[in-house]
């Protein structure tokens, strides 16, 4: 099958501090598996690397300069919905905790690494899309009570 995948969970240097995320052997076992394909939304969305960390405010992304970069989080999750139509992919693979790609909750707005319930907006907007979304140890997110 064909998942398109945050790319930093290959190892390539595009989070915002410009480290490398080592590459997990649930990621190596996908990568056997499947074609995987590697998407930043916030690259794709225009931002650069290293750059400020951002934290979801309800409906707005918030840089740690106070700057609303919401504009370019909504970009880089419209271009990879675009990707994953173009390559007719199966699924997208998302980085936990990311303000763009977190399936499994995100960081609160505070800057205080605190964790809540939410998602990112690229993983919002797959899943309001009807794409599959898997969380990076490959399962689905868990499901929103209504
Ligand atoms: S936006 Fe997603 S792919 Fe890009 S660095 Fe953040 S978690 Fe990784």
């Given at each position: 099958m064909v998942y398109l995948i945050s790319a930093c969970l290959l190892g390539?240097?595009?989070r915002y501090d410009g480290r490398v995320r080592e590459v997990s052997p649930a990621v190596e076992r996908l990568a056997k598996e499947h074609t995987l394909i590697p998407v930043c939304p916030e690259v794709l969305g225009g931002?650069?690397?290293p750059r400020p960390p951002a934290e979801r405010q309800g409906e707005r992304i918030v840089n740690a300069e106070g700057v609303d970069v919401t504009a370019a989080y909504r970009r880089g999750a419209e271009e990879v919905l675009r990707l994953c139509r173009h390559h007719g992919a199966d699924g997208v693979i998302l980085k936990d905790?990311?303000?763009?790609?977190?399936?499994n909750g995100i960081y609160?707005?505070?800057?205080?690494r605190t964790r809540v319930p939410g998602l990112g907006v690229t993983a919002e907007l797959l899943l309001s899309a009807g794409v599959t979304v898997l969380d990076e140890g490959g399962a689905p997110p868990p499901r929103k009570e209504k």
């Open positions: 390539l240097p595009c931002l650069p690397t905790m990311s303000p763009s790609c977190g399936t609160d707005g505070s800057f205080t």
